[in-house]
């Protein structure tokens, strides 16, 4: 007869497997092992503090425009605005709408839905950037140069600005997009999805903010 100490039934307990990464059956297991972690706060916070730099930056240009117009409105010429300029602002806003729904569709494991609309957003700021790029050409066929006078001088300043930083972004979402498309099986960090929408949606406010500058005071 068995003691009461002893198992009733011969062989080592039951191993009970750990769910890796502390996530068992939730929105979050499509993610690798530093969605939650302290580099993925850290990741946040150095996006943040790149968004606080880059307002500052445009802040002073903006700032320094005033007062130039303001020294000597004489030499101050309407620069006009390149037609195109308004596709540009729309493919740009169009872009963070997708960005934003495949974002959604991320979080909630909708992969399909995710790599369409990521796809899609990637497109339209891929097509910003060479909108931009044309909108130079226009001025300089109608002889507005960087010297030309100083209206010319801030749109030229401000757009490198501006395209600068969404050169940068766009490469995090090129890169969002090649790991989705050709390593499907590899994890995805959902803050890189996460940090890469915010700050493609900051270049957009940024953008709007600059477009009704140019299209309604300078």
């Not at 011969?10 to 939650?36: A, K, L, Q």
């Not at 497109?123 to 130079?136: C, D, K, M, R, S």
């Not at 959902?190 to 600059?210: A, K, P």
């Amino acid at each position: 007869m068995p003691t009461l100490t002893e198992p009733s039934v011969g062989g080592p307990p039951p191993i009970i497997p750990t769910p890796p990464y502390g996530g068992g059956g939730n929105s979050n297991s499509n993610n690798d092992p530093g969605s939650s972690s302290d580099s993925g706060v850290a990741v946040r916070i150095a996006v943040y503090l790149g968004m606080v730099a880059s307002t500052m930056t445009f802040t002073a240009l903006l700032c320094a425009m005033y007062i130039r117009r303001g020294l000597n409105p004489m030499d101050w010429h309407h620069l006009p605005v390149p037609p195109l300029l308004w596709w540009n602002t729309a493919a740009l806003v169009l872009s963070s709408i997708a960005l934003d729904i495949g974002r959604r569709a991320f979080r909630a494991g909708r992969r399909r839905e995710f790599r369409r609309m990521w796809l899609t957003g990637t497109a339209l700021g891929t097509w910003f950037l060479i909108g931009q790029a044309i909108n130079w050409k226009f001025l300089a066929d109608h002889g507005l140069y960087l010297q030309h006078n100083p209206a010319s001088a801030f749109f030229y300043v401000l757009t490198w600005a501006h395209a600068a930083h969404v050169v940068g972004a766009i490469a995090a979402l090129y890169y969002i997009a090649y790991r989705m498309q050709f390593k499907p099986t590899s994890p995805l960090n959902r803050n890189v999805v996460e940090v890469g929408t915010i700050f493609w949606h900051f270049l957009d406010v940024m953008w709007l903010i600059l477009m009704s500058v140019f299209a309604f005071w300078s």
